[in-house]
């Protein structure tokens, strides 16, 4: 069972994202797919979208899976592993959650259950790079997600100049040096496939 968080800052487009790379990796059905959305609000939007695109959704509210509510994620990998044992577990953290505590609590459910670690994709919005780096709170959270990230998705390219791309690019390169770069838009698809690929080829480092 591998699990695969898909982080970054509200906004730029994970939950789109998550519904696409779950219909990829599924493979017409020939692997089966679970999706665990975080949400801190009282009511779960993204859930609900999901659940209306026939999914089946774990929803974890009341807090952030790197803090509040880690016990219970780990707690919902472990009954996933034995209840539905999915090939994949697709991860959708609140947009303030750490994606190395993500993995920490992935882990306290992998005690109990066989688990493997996939990428933490982390999604860059393109449309703002100067907000989510150059703010000083705001900034501090986005760059810690950003290394801490496997892959880094630089988002909503559909919507800026190619140059604005080649811009967030190399701005989240000087936070870091050893992540995947991806261009994509879950609106066209762009880049989807390459992050599909990924998942499905990753290896966890012992």
């Known amino acids: 069972m591998k699990i695969t968080q898909i ?15 779950s219909r990829a990796l599924s493979d017409g059905g020939n692997r089966k797919i679970a999706l665990v959305v975080n949400e801190i609000g009282e009511i779960p939007v993204d859930g609900k979208i999901m659940e209306e695109s026939d999914m089946q959704v774990k929803d974890i509210g009341g807090g952030c899976i790197c803090c509040e509510v880690a016990s219970t994620f780990a707690k919902t990998i472990y009954r996933l592993f034995k209840d539905f044992k999915p090939d994949h577990v697709l ?22 259950a066989k688990i493997e670690l996939g990428p933490a994709i982390v999604l860059f919005d393109a ?42 690019s190399n701005r989240v390169r000087a936070y870091n040096a050893d992540a995947d770069i991806v261009a994509l838009s879950a609106f066209t698809d762009t880049g989807v496939d ?13």
């Open 91 to 112: 991860v959708e953290p609140t947009g303030v959650a750490v994606p190395h505590q993500v993995k920490l609590a992935a882990r306290m459910g992998g005690r109990d």
């Open 127 to 168: 449309t703002r790079p100067a907000e989510l780096l150059d703010m000083d709170m705001l900034g501090q959270l986005v760059t810690t997600q950003v290394k801490d990230a496997d892959v880094i998705a630089i988002s909503k390219i559909d919507a800026v100049e190619p140059g604005a791309v080649e811009d967030a």
């Open 7 to 21: 982080a970054g800052f509200l906004g730029c487009g994970k939950t789109t994202l998550l519904l696409k790379l």
């Open 194 to 206: 390459r992050l599909v690929e990924t998942i499905l080829d990753w290896k966890e480092a012992r």
